[in-house]
Each structure stands twice: as structure tokens, then as C-alpha cells.
């Protein structure tokens, strides 16, 4: 992809999630705004621009997704580079070879997870995340970097960032629905 370059973006399903819901236009025009790669990824990652007429735009999926993650046209654009989903969902969070500390996820994106954990296991290190199972999705399985940790006196835990690693298809269509099925709970 490049800068410039027209693209048609379809519908897919996230597990039926989407095919459930009531819109008439299934792809819509759009424009790469950007195109990078991310370091210690293998995959590139691209900003889109949607170029449909608004009509279009509200009888379309992308309504119905960007509305679900509460981006509306009277609230305006979530100024972040991926759109977190509020959630609560037990999360196990393995390191070093044996050792794990359970918790709850705060938020979910794209990009990565907030965690409230009993135990710090420290920023900078590399962990495997157990995520869920939400409803009829089985648990999510990624692994991820801790960006930061600090301890919540009041919550008695500890607030991390973790960055998820090794971005794939199956992993980014599992966040997808989740994300999608949290969404559609919280309305």
C-alpha cells in the first residue's frame, strides 16, 4: 500500500457478529492516509480515510462498527492510534517459565491491553496473555510486552500498558470480535 492508493474495504463477518446487524452498503471507497511498518513486526499498518459521500457512510458497516466503539458524528473521533473497547475480562498473565499472576483487562485495542494484576512483574518484560473466554469466544492467546506498571494504592494492584507482539491475521480477527461482541453488550 501507499500513500494515495484508492481501495474498496468490504464487510467480513467477525464471526457473524456483524452480519447480524442492519446495513445496506457492505463496502465503501476509501484512501490511504499512511502506510508503515511496525518495528518487530513483520506486517505493515495503514491509516485509511473514508472517501463515500456521508449518506453512504451511514447506511455502511463502517456506521455500524465506528458507532459501536462510541465514535459518533456528534462525539467526535477518539484521537488514539487504535480505539480501545472498555471491557472486564479475567486475564492470566504468564512469565519467566512457570510463574503467572491473574487479573482483570480494563481496555483492549489493537495495539494492546490495560490490566489491573494483583502481582508487578515489571516493565520491559515479555509475557503470554490468557484473555477471556467471553461468551461463545474462546480465550484469546497473544503475546505482549509490558509498556508500564504502576501500583494503584486504592485498587491494591497494579495498572499495566501491555503492547501486543507478533500481530496476525488470526489474532487481529479475535480482538475483532471480541472487541465486537463487548461492544454490542455494552449497548
Known sequence: ????QKLIVCVDSF???????PFSVESVNAEVVWC????GFSQFMAG???TDKDEIIRKSWVHFVLE????????GVQRRRDIRVQTSLPVRCFYGKKSFVDGVAYDISLGGIRLNLKGDIGAGKDVTLLIGPYKRLSP???RGRIKRSNYHRVQTAFIMGVEFLELDDKLIRQIGAM???LQESAL
Open 68 to 75: 459501536s466503539f462510541g465514535v459518533k458524528e456528534t462525539t
Open 179 to 181: 472487541s465486537a461482541l
Open 36 to 39: 508503515k511498518k511496525k518495528q
Open 48 to 50: 485509511i480515510k473514508f
Open 15 to 21: 464471526s457473524g457478529v456483524l452480519l447480524s446487524k
Open 140 to 142: 484469546l492467546k497473544c
Open 1 to 4: 500500500m501507499t500513500k494515495g
